[in-house]
C-alpha cells in the first residue's frame, strides 16, 4: 500500500469520525431535542438517550444512539420503572413518561 493510499484511508476515516459530531441536543422548554442542523456543546440531557431507528423494516428504539427519529412506531409505549424512563415496544396505552424531558 503507498503512502498516498493510506493517507486516503486516513481523511475517509477522518470524515467519517467527524459526522458523528454534526448536531447537538437543545432545550426547548422542558425537553430536550435533537437539532442535527446546530453545533456546539449539549444545552441539554434527555431522560431517556436513544431514538427510534429504522432497521429490517421495523422501527425500533436504539438506545445508545443520538439524532433526530427516523419513524413513529405503531405499538408500545415508554413506561417508568423506577426513575427510568424505558421503552416497552410490547405494550400498549399512552406513554407514562417523556423521553426527550430533560434531566
Given at each position: 500500500m503507498t503512502f498516498a493510499a493510506l493517507i486516503g484511508i486516513g481523511a475517509i476515516a477522518a470524515g467519517t469520525l467527524g459526522a458523528a459530531d454534526n448536531g447537538r441536543y437543545k432545550k426547548?422548554?422542558?425537553?430536550?431535542?435533537?437539532?442535527?442542523?446546530?453545533?456546539?456543546?449539549?444545552?441539554?440531557?434527555?431522560?431517556?438517550?436513544?431514538?427510534?431507528?429504522?432497521?429490517?423494516?421495523?422501527?425500533?428504539?436504539?438506545?445508545?444512539?443520538?439524532?433526530?427519529?427516523?419513524?413513529?412506531?405503531?405499538?408500545?409505549r415508554f413506561k417508568k420503572e423506577g426513575t427510568a424512563c424505558v421503552w416497552n415496544a410490547t405494550d400498549a396505552g399512552p406513554n407514562q413518561c417523556d423521553p426527550r424531558r430533560a434531566k
Open positions: 426547548q422548554g422542558n425537553r430536550c431535542v435533537w437539532d442535527a442542523a446546530d453545533s456546539g456543546p449539549n444545552q441539554c440531557t434527555p431522560v431517556a438517550a436513544g431514538r427510534f431507528k429504522e432497521e429490517g423494516g421495523a422501527c425500533v428504539w436504539v438506545a445508545k444512539e443520538t439524532g433526530a427519529d427516523q419513524c413513529k412506531p405503531a405499538k408500545g
